[in-house]
């Protein structure tokens, strides 16, 4: 989990960067890689949520 927190702040910083000083374009790839790992972590917590609050799932 760690490991997925650490990318998503640097994608976080990353996008900061381009918000502000607009020194940086994030490529296709990248976006694409950022929504694969979006997609992984929602399954992880849905599932943390199934398993530990089941009243919430959806």
């Given at each position: 989990m760690d490991a997925t927190?650490?990318?998503?702040?640097?994608?976080r910083r990353k996008r900061n960067r381009l918000d502000y000083?607009?020194?940086?374009?994030?490529t296709e790839t990248e976006a694409e890689e950022l929504l694969e790992e979006a997609k992984k972590f929602r399954e992880l917590v849905e599932?943390?949520?199934?398993?530990?609050?089941?009243?919430?799932?959806?």
């Amino acid at each position: 989990m760690d490991a997925t927190m650490d990318y998503f702040d640097t994608c976080r910083r990353k996008r900061n960067r381009l918000d502000y000083d607009r020194t940086q374009v994030a490529t296709e790839t990248e976006a694409e890689e950022l929504l694969e790992e979006a997609k992984k972590f929602r399954e992880l917590v849905e599932s943390w949520i199934r398993q530990n609050n089941p009243q919430l799932a959806v």
